[in-house]
């Protein structure tokens, strides 16, 4: 491909030891003589500047480190679709299958379609360019996927291809640097899966461009940069019109680090199934069982998660926890186990906005599933208790925790020492606050004080 | 002509042959009840497909009413796994008779599966056999299914195997083995069941693939994205491996692989029978066509440690021998190409004895993704199949928990109350000794 300096060359794709880019100038740059081509690299990084040079401005780039001037021979144009085509098969074997060929002219470059329903376009290692303007000779009115991987293309150039293909089911532009600008309204309608990922100028308001594709069933937002998302149409707890097919959701490698997303995913009516790895609201590996949980009670229609099945017994268990975990603010923001008395604050419906249907469906949580249970430790099972001597009115109180487990017997060798009073002396009886002037006899040595039911802030009465 | 037999033995055989006549029905266009799909309009690959009854032929036996009967035979010794295919999607596609299963199992016990509990089967399941051998115009070998660990796996196998080789001694048979993945058991007693399966079974078996649950679930979690994968998962991914190794008996191809030349070619000493299975490219669904794979890219693929379906690192080892098959669009030429390629590199070693080491099958079918799974339809696909010293590093793990164990007897008289002696325990443990100091000695140097 020599055809370096021809106005032909502009808006080409080039590949440059494995980096890609699109040619945006050719010509001379004095002072150095012969030809250069200026590039603007797919990465902002990998140039040299923003396409200006001792001050004359040759080319626009997006970023001030994007461009650089490439000599034409260092340069690989790729091959075109044809020609790629004829060296894998036509050169030595020649085809081993048949093939049903239809060959449709595109503008002015002669282009061969091999396959039968479905075929796919050899991309990358192509530069697609548009001639502009030019009359369509044909469509292709039996293809089904349409793959154009990093080749460049903006939206409206999709939209444009979509237009030759009105019966395309899987579109795939990943690492695109695509930006929706507009909402497709005769094309794309029979689409079920679309791939953007990788273009990470994509934000949550240009979905909202594509959410009326009405066979949309697959969508995949691989590493866009998204941390949010949002449907205003519907309110709380109820379902968007938009996306309205929609049933596997891939959002890997994101920026999603609030649990509001899962809410608002609650609100697509067909969801079915959802990819959300490597976010940093996930990533923490401690508690990946329970985040899996959490997204689980969240999106009450999700039959799969992380390609792993819900099982229902999985989805009551997550579900059962997460009334759990949010029973005490649930409480404070208003909550009662009588439905008429209940009365939810705003703030807890947005956050939780399942939880009123989880009420119904198990029934609203008891105060006994909401105690916090505490930690056991040695020091939660000991009982505080007061001693006093009833007979002595000089000696001063005590307060002394003590194990439950501990014996009478044990006690009462322990206040010997303290008392310096032999042990077959003692009489010990307790009284509770809640019972006040009842007496209860502590006889056994050899039962233990929980035996006798000793609680917290009970007073041990000692005589001698 | 040239047919094969597959027997499932055991949950873990069941299992995995549930799978993959799932996948053989779909490859051939089988529907569950085993009547085959018309050629319709949108069922074009299958019209494409030269539809020959040789193809279906090696695996699937016709009846005079045009179904498709497997020809597999599916064994274990307690009800509850059999009946899950009984009641399952395929439950028409067998015949009850080729579905058998046993009263009380082996308990995870070698010597169960083997003496007490496996001899009253035994019968049974050789009558059957023959049925359907008899069926065959021309039989070719045995492909057995099992896994390493359990009770009816390892004693029922190495039984079977050694009336197999009385009655069949002419035919091949391979086996699919599960190997113990290392750090993740499922049985505690798991090294005794494969140290004593192994001796009983080496000398009755021509080639045996491993794989080890490890290394798969490490590949479905890292590249297939699944959290957690299930059995199912792991199983689908065995056995795109197990349809390469057979593809060439099912489909035209240009360069066809037969079961005998796996073993002329992989197999340089009898008891070397031990190759390394790896698969690539394995790809997401999600991540499809985001790469072009391409053959040079598949083949160097298949030679990294995360694409093998066994936990070993070649580069501690050296390579004996090495078989590749490729299935889809591949053409020769680029072969050639990857193969030169791949022999200049440094990490590959090849021994000194065994100078050129591949061998390349191609076949036109590309691989045949199962619906609603996790991996990506691709346009080809390679199974390599590699004889490695390196392997040694498994067996050598293995016989360093089975001497733990059996330093304090621990766990011994469970064998020994069915029958067993401890005689056999030490002869099966010398057996595996030599077996490791024979890779030893064929990885040396001149």
Request: proline letters at 5%.
């Amino acid at each position: 491909m020599s055809d370096t300096l021809t106005p032909d060359v502009i808006g080409r794709r080039v590949e440059v030891n494995g980096e890609h880019a699109t040619v945006r100038f050719a010509g001379v740059v004095p002072p150095v003589a012969g030809p250069w081509l200026g590039v603007e690299w797919d990465n902002p990084e990998r140039g040299k500047h923003d396409g200006s040079h001792e001050g004359t401005v040759y080319f626009k780039c997006r970023h001030p480190t994007g461009g650089s001037f490439i000599r034409p021979n260092k340069v690989n144009f790729g091959t075109d679709f044809l020609t790629a085509i004829k060296n894998r098969y036509v050169l030595e074997d020649g085809p081993e299958e048949d093939r049903k060929e239809q060959i449709v002219t595109l503008g002015n470059k002669p282009v061969e379609t091999v396959g039968f329903d479905s075929l796919m376009k050899q991309q990358s290692e192509n530069k697609l360019k548009f001639p502009s303007g030019s009359a369509l000779t044909g469509t292709f009115s039996a293809l089904k996927v349409l793959v154009l991987n990093q080749t460049g293309i903006t939206w409206a150039e999709v939209l444009w291809c979509a237009a030759w293909c009105p019966g395309l089911e899987e579109l795939y532009l990943e690492s695109n640097n695509i930006v929706i600008s507009e909402r497709p309204t005769d094309v794309l309608q029979t689409v079920k899966l679309l791939d953007l990922s990788s273009n990470q100028l994509i934000d949550e308001n240009q979905l909202y461009l594509i959410a009326h594709l009405p066979r949309l069933e697959q969508l995949i937002l691989s590493d866009v940069g998204i941390s949010s998302i949002h449907f205003p149409d519907a309110g709380i707890g109820c379902k968007t019109s938009m996306f309205p097919s929609l049933q596997y959701l891939v959002v890997n490698d994101n920026q999603i680090s609030q649990w509001s997303f899962f809410n608002e995913l609650d609100k697509l009516p067909s969801l079915r199934a959802l990819s959300c790895l490597r976010n940093p609201l996930t990533k923490e590996d401690k508690e990946a069982n329970m985040t899996r949980q959490l997204i689980i009670a969240s999106i009450g229609q999700l039959k799969t998660l992380n390609k792993c099945e819900i099982l229902p017994k999985e989805r009551r268990t997550a579900e059962l926890d997460y009334r759990k975990a949010f029973g005490n603010e649930w409480k404070q923001a208003g909550g009662h186990q009588d439905p008429d008395k209940n009365r939810l604050s705003e703030e807890f419906l947005r956050a939780h906005p399942r939880y009123q249907f989880l009420c119904l469906k198990y029934g609203a949580p008891e105060d006994w599933e909401l105690k916090t249970q505490q930690p056991f430790m040695l020091k939660n099972q000991l009982l505080t208790l007061k001693i006093k001597y009833p007979d002595q009115l000089d000696q001063k109180v005590l307060e002394k925790q003590l194990p439950g487990s501990m014996t009478i017997q044990k006690v009462k060798g322990w206040l010997s020492r303290l008392l310096k009073v032999p042990v077959s002396d003692l009489l010990l009886s307790y009284e509770s606050p809640k019972e006040p002037g009842i007496e209860i006899k502590l006889e056994n040595d050899l039962q233990s004080l929980r035996f006798y039911s000793v609680e917290n802030e009970d007073c041990l009465l000692v005589r001698w | 002509m040239r047919e094969c037999l597959s027997i499932h033995i055991g949950q873990a055989g069941i299992q995995i042959g549930d799978a993959c006549w799932e996948l053989y029905c779909l490859e051939h266009g089988i529907q569950p009840n085993g009547v085959v799909l018309d050629s319709q309009p949108d069922q074009l690959e299958n019209a494409k497909m030269e539809h020959t009854n040789a193809s279906f032929d090696t695996f699937f036996c016709e009846t005079r009413a045009g179904k498709h009967v497997p020809r597999a035979l599916f064994v274990d010794l307690e009800p509850t796994v059999i009946d899950g295919i009984r009641t399952g999607q395929h439950r028409s596609l067998f015949h009850p008779e080729q579905l058998l299963s046993g009263k009380e199992d082996a308990a995870n016990n070698y010597a169960r599966g083997r003496y007490s509990v496996g001899s009253k089967v035994i019968d049974l399941v050789l009558e059957r056999t023959r049925k359907l051998a008899e069926q065959c115009g021309g039989l070719q070998g045995f492909l057995i299914f099992r896994s390493f660990g359990g009770g009816t796996g390892s004693g029922f196998t190495s039984l079977l195997m050694e009336r197999l080789t009385g009655e069949y001694s002419r035919k091949t048979k391979l086996e699919f083995s599960v190997y113990p993945a290392p750090r993740i058991s499922t049985a505690v007693v798991e090294p005794y069941n494969c140290v004593l399966t192994t001796h009983s079974t080496t000398e009755h078996t021509d080639c045996t693939f491993i794989v080890d649950n490890e290394a798969i679930y490490d590949i479905c979690q890292r590249k297939l994205g699944v959290e957690r994968p299930s059995y199912a998962s792991i199983n689908r991914l065995m056995v795109q491996a197990v349809s390469s190794i057979t593809a060439s008996l099912r489909f035209e191809g240009p360069l066809n692989v037969d079961l005998i030349e796996f073993q002329t070619n992989l197999v340089p000493y009898p008891r070397i029978h031990f190759p390394m299975t790896a698969f690539a490219p394995i790809v997401s669904a999600d991540k499809a066509y985001r790469e072009q794979f391409s053959v040079s890219d598949i083949t160097t693929a298949c030679f990294e440690s995360s694409n093998q379906l066994v936990k070993c690192d070649p580069r501690l080892g050296k390579y004996m021998a090495c078989c590749l098959l490729y299935r889809g669009d591949v053409v020769p030429k680029e072969v050639n190409a990857a193969i030169a390629a791949m022999k200049s590199r440094h990490s590959v070693q090849f021994v000194d004895w065994c100078p050129t080491g591949f061998k390349v099958g191609i076949n036109n079918r590309p691989p045949t993704v199962m619906p609603g799974g996790d991996l990506a339809k691709v346009h080809r696909a390679v199974c390599m199949l590699s004889n490695t010293t390196a392997i040694v590093e498994a067996w050598a793990r293995l016989d360093h928990k089975f001497d733990l164990m059996y330093a304090k007897r621990a766990f011994l008289h469970w064998y020994l109350r069915e029958g067993m002696e401890e005689a056999e325990f030490l002869e099966a443990r010398e057996d595996l000794a030599a077996l490791e100091r024979d890779y030893e000695e064929v990885g040396q140097s001149f």
